[in-house]
């Protein structure tokens, strides 16, 4: 059966990217998956003066404000490397914290699906027609994380 996922306070929150579990990347350390994926879309650009401002906000919410305001300018190859970003911080959550990392084996090979009404990339949609890259990442982390021997060490 399929499992659904949107906000982080619903079932299955942890496996949002606004869930509060926090990543360590390059040295950085970031209090959501949102904080780090919204901060990568400027560096590089004139706009990258907002990337320690998207850092220090409180708030996933405040993060995605950020990072989706028109008027500021995202990276060229944006298009070509948001899937690997998102899959780079959604990997170092779940080797991160062992709590959602069991979480997310127990989902054994159920399909994986971002519920977003509005995102119809990373997520199904409202219809259902959506890319759900999300829960594609989901589902390749998954498998990579049962594929590693010895997962009793938390990474920082
Ligand atoms: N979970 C969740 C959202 N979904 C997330 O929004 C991100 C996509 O941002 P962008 O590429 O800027 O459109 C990505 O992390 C996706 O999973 N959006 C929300 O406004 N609220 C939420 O609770």
């Known amino acids: 059966m399929t499992i659904y996922f949107y906000k ?20 950085t350390y970031w209090t959501t998956v949102e904080h780090y994926y919204q901060a990568q879309k400027f560096v590089g650009t004139p706009d990258a003066v907002i990337i320690p ?41 779940f080797l991160t914290h062992a709590d959602i990392r069991e979480i997310l084996l127990a989902t054994g090979d159920r399909l994986l699906v971002e519920n977003s009404p509005t995102d119809y990339f990373w997520g199904c949609g409202a219809d259902q027609s959506g890319q759900n890259q999300l ?6 982390v998954r498998e990579e994380i049962r594929k590693l021997p010895l997962l009793s060490v938390a990474y920082d």
């Open 53 to 93: 401002v998207i850092h220090a906000v409180e708030t996933p919410e405040q993060a995605a404000a950020l990072g989706r305001c028109h008027t500021r300018q995202v990276r060229s190859d944006w298009n070509e490397v948001k899937t690997k970003v998102m899959q780079q911080a959604v990997l170092k959550k």
């Open 8 to 27: 982080a306070y619903e079932p299955y929150g942890c496996f949002s990217n606004f869930s509060p579990h926090g990543i360590t990347i390059e040295g």
């Open 135 to 140: 829960g594609k990442i989901l589902m390749s």
